[in-house]
Structure formats: structure tokens, C-alpha cells
């Protein structure tokens, strides 16, 4: 049975996986790279990592990419990276075709991982699915009867840079992208700055300790009935509640998948998102849609790049 490699390109964790036309991983290279030189750091793991895996896998047929930012979907070329140096106009597809010489795909990462859970997580049987990443970032995408919606061939339905009411501000009627306040790397950004986090609060501990805070200890304060985290917790799941009511409006899904890291706080997000969701959704889409945590989390991207190098992009799924 012939297989392919799948490629996750993210603003933190980079992933090469090998597996088969089925989304199946049957071995795994992953890191957290400093990014010292942006971009680069990335290319010069990704070859290393890839030539070591096709020389032990000859029968590797194509490769597929989710890469963490923008593309011109037709040529592969990335048009920017909000997170990392280095990938402004980088003709990714090209790079990986003339590197390595396997048929390449590139999709944004969000899609990739949005085709994974359509054909094998929590996407199953939705005929008009939503999925988004709660990570690093915060992406989207719209598949309509199996099929991904591209927009005008740069993607479509980018959640994390729609505009919301920034409730971080005092400033009356400011607008901010929604990522800006709710992804992962932003929540962590806010808790680490200096005094933000009150003595009260059982994230103080850390502070004190001299140790980084980050989501899952939000998340796990929270659930201790800590006032400051569910305070903050319910800023971050309103803020991207009404991004999501705004997705209900617009391209009306019957199912809305959430994955990324931030997500695996699991249900005291979870209730949350529901509940602001419900409250902002237009009456037109009350009751008529479901929210499901990923059933993929971090195999979502590498096993829908996996799939893309397989064929399942726009049909098939």
C-alpha cells in the first residue's frame, strides 16, 4: 500500500507524519522550535526530517501540507504568516516538489484539519460543517456537502481575523481580530504580563514561582471556581462566541467543530461557547446547529494533510 507524508507547518509545533490514504499515522517526528531565523528553522527541520523518511518509506507516493497562514491555493504560494518570520511569498509547493520531488499538496492548516475531522472525527455526517482552531492562532473553514469552500482561491472563513469588540480596551467602540484576544498565544500574552494577574487569584502561584502561565492552567484554575480565571475565561469564550454567532449568520452550518490546544480545556470552555453562542445566534439558526470539540486534536492537521496528499480536498470526503 503506497504512503504519503503529511506536513503541519504551525506558528509553534512543526509535524511530519507518515500514513495512508486513509488519514491513518503510522509514525510521527514533532518539535517546538525557538525560531531564531523565522522560516528557516522550519525549512532546515522539515528536510532533515523528510529526506530521513523517504529514504526509509520509498514507496511514498505524494506529500501533503497544512501550512499555518494564508495561500494562494492554485500555486501553494504562501502569501504571509502572521506568527512566524520568513514565509512572506514563499512558494511552498514548489519548494517541497523541487526539494524532494513527490507530487505536493498545500493547504492552509485549519482546512487540513477541518477535512480530517469531516471524514474521520466529529465533522462525520455534517453536511455544511464549520471547523475552527482555538491555537496559536485561530483559523476556519467551510466545507459544503464534502466539498471546501475557497473563497476567491486565497481561503475563506478566516474566524481569528474577523473583528469583534475588544473588550480589553477602554477605549468606547474599538474593534480588535478576534485571535487578538482569544487564541492561545494572546490568552498567554495577557496572563504574563505584569500585574495583570491579581494576588487573589490562584494563578498568582505561578508568578511567584517565576513560571509561565498558559491556557491549561487558566482552564484548571476555572474549574476551581477561581474568580479572576472565570472571569477571564468568560471574556475569552464570549469574545469568540460572537465570531461564531457571526459564522451561524453568514454561511449557516450544521455543525461547528472546535479543535486546537486551547480547546483541550474541554467542557468549562466548552459549556461556555455554547452558552454566549446560543445567546448571540441569530433566531434563524437557534437550535438548528451543534458545537463538538475535535475528536482529532493534535493528529487533526497531519492526518488531513495525509488525506490532501491522497486526493481528498475537494471531493471524496
Same mark, same amino acid.
Given at each position: 500500500?503506497?504512503?504519503?507524508?503529511?506536513?503541519?507547518?504551525?506558528?509553534?509545533?512543526?509535524?511530519?507524519?507518515?500514513?495512508?490514504?486513509?488519514?491513518?499515522?503510522?509514525?510521527?517526528?514533532?518539535?517546538?522550535?525557538?525560531?531564531?531565523?523565522?522560516?528557516?528553522?522550519?525549512?532546515?527541520?522539515?528536510?532533515?526530517?523528510?529526506?530521513?523518511?523517504?529514504?526509509?518509506?520509498?514507496?511514498?507516493?505524494?506529500?501533503?501540507?497544512?501550512?499555518?497562514?494564508?495561500?494562494?491555493?492554485?500555486?501553494?504560494?504562501?502569501?504571509?504568516?502572521?506568527?512566524?518570520?520568513?514565509?512572506?511569498?514563499?512558494?511552498?509547493?514548489?519548494?517541497?516538489?523541487?526539494?524532494?520531488?513527490?507530487?505536493?499538496?498545500?493547504?492552509?492548516?485549519?482546512?487540513?484539519?477541518?477535512?480530517?475531522?469531516?471524514?474521520?472525527?466529529? =465533522?462525520?455526517?455534517?453536511?455544511?460543517?464549520?471547523?475552527?482552531?482555538?491555537?496559536?492562532? &485561530? %483559523? @476556519? /473553514?467551510?466545507?459544503?456537502? !464534502?466539498?471546501?469552500?475557497?473563497?476567491?482561491?486565497?481561503?475563506?472563513?478566516?474566524?481569528?481575523?474577523?473583528?469583534?469588540?475588544?473588550?480589553?480596551?477602554?477605549?468606547?467602540?474599538?474593534?480588535?481580530?478576534?485571535?487578538?484576544?482569544?487564541?492561545?498565544?494572546?490568552?498567554?500574552?495577557?496572563?504574563?504580563?505584569?500585574?495583570?494577574?491579581?494576588?487573589?487569584?490562584?494563578?498568582?502561584?505561578?508568578?511567584?514561582?517565576?513560571?509561565?502561565?498558559?491556557?491549561?492552567?487558566?482552564?484548571?484554575?476555572?474549574?476551581?471556581?477561581?474568580?479572576?480565571?472565570?472571569?477571564?475565561?468568560?471574556?475569552?469564550?464570549?469574545?469568540?462566541?460572537? =465570531?461564531?454567532?457571526?459564522?451561524?449568520?453568514?454561511?449557516?452550518?450544521?455543525?461547528?467543530? &472546535? %479543535? @486546537? /490546544?486551547?480547546?483541550?480545556? !474541554?467542557?468549562?470552555?466548552?459549556?461556555?461557547?455554547?452558552?454566549?453562542?446560543?445567546?448571540?445566534?441569530?433566531?434563524?439558526?437557534?437550535?438548528?446547529?451543534?458545537?463538538?470539540?475535535?475528536?482529532?486534536?493534535?493528529?487533526?492537521?497531519?492526518?488531513?494533510?495525509?488525506?490532501?496528499?491522497?486526493?481528498?480536498?475537494?471531493?471524496?470526503?
Amino acid at each position: 500500500m503506497s504512503k504519503y507524508l503529511g506536513v503541519e507547518i504551525g506558528g509553534t509545533k512543526q509535524q511530519i507524519v507518515v500514513g495512508n490514504a486513509e488519514g491513518e499515522i503510522l509514525l510521527r517526528e514533532s518539535v517546538k522550535l525557538s525560531y531564531k531565523r523565522g522560516a528557516e528553522d522550519i525549512l532546515d527541520w522539515i528536510r532533515e526530517k523528510t529526506e530521513y523518511l523517504l529514504s526509509e518509506y520509498s514507496d511514498t507516493e505524494a506529500i501533503g501540507v497544512g501550512f499555518g497562514g494564508p495561500l494562494e491555493s492554485a500555486t501553494g504560494r504562501v502569501l504571509c504568516s502572521l506568527q512566524v518570520p520568513g514565509w512572506k511569498d514563499f512558494k511552498l509547493k514548489e519548494w517541497f516538489e523541487q526539494t524532494f520531488g513527490k507530487r505536493t499538496v498545500v493547504v492552509n492548516d485549519t482546512v487540513a484539519g477541518g477535512i480530517a475531522e469531516l471524514r474521520l472525527g466529529a =465533522g462525520r455526517g455534517s453536511r455544511r460543517l464549520f471547523y475552527t482552531n482555538i491555537g496559536t492562532g &485561530i %483559523g @476556519g /473553514g467551510l466545507y459544503i456537502d !464534502g466539498t471546501y469552500y475557497d473563497g476567491s482561491g486565497t481561503g475563506a472563513s478566516y474566524l481569528g481575523n474577523s473583528l469583534i469588540p475588544d473588550r480589553t480596551s477602554d477605549e468606547p467602540g474599538k474593534a480588535v481580530r478576534l485571535e487578538l484576544i482569544c487564541s492561545g498565544r494572546s490568552i498567554e500574552n495577557r496572563l504574563n504580563t505584569e500585574g495583570y494577574v491579581p494576588e487573589s487569584s490562584l494563578l498568582f502561584e505561578k508568578i511567584k514561582a517565576g513560571q509561565r502561565i498558559d491556557a491549561s492552567d487558566l482552564g484548571e484554575a476555572a474549574r476551581k471556581k477561581d474568580n479572576f480565571a472565570l472571569t477571564e475565561l468568560k471574556m475569552t469564550a464570549e469574545s469568540f462566541s460572537i =465570531g461564531l454567532a457571526n459564522v451561524l449568520a453568514l454561511e449557516g452550518p450544521d455543525r461547528i467543530v &472546535i %479543535g @486546537g /490546544g486551547v480547546a483541550k480545556m !474541554g467542557d468549562i470552555l466548552f459549556d461556555a461557547i455554547r452558552k454566549y453562542t446560543d445567546e448571540y445566534a441569530f433566531v434563524a439558526h437557534k437550535g438548528r446547529y451543534e458545537i463538538y470539540p475535535s475528536e482529532l486534536m493534535d493528529d487533526a492537521v497531519p492526518a488531513g494533510s495525509l488525506l490532501v496528499a491522497a486526493g481528498f480536498l475537494t471531493e471524496g470526503i
